[in-house]
């Protein structure tokens, strides 16, 4: 079965910790893609938030 899981994170950092424990919980040959991508928001005051996102698509057994 192919799956997806997705990390999201105000702290790219922490994302990709995160993301980086997942895998190491997969065998090699089940990861089948890895995406990553970052934006930002500005809010009406003009604070401006970051976001960090990684997708990973793996084969669960």
């Known amino acids: 079965m192919i799956q997806v899981k997705e990390f999201l994170d105000t702290e ?3 994302a990709e910790k995160r993301a ?3 895998l190491a919980s997969l065998e090699e040959k089940d990861v089948i893609n890895v995406m ?3 934006f930002s928001k500005t809010q009406s005051q003009g604070i401006v938030h970051q976001r960090a996102s990684i997708l990973i698509v793996y ?3």
């Open 12 to 14: 790219y950092s922490l």
């Open 36 to 38: 990553y991508g970052s």
């Open 59 to 61: 084969r669960k057994a």
């Open 20 to 22: 980086n424990e997942f």
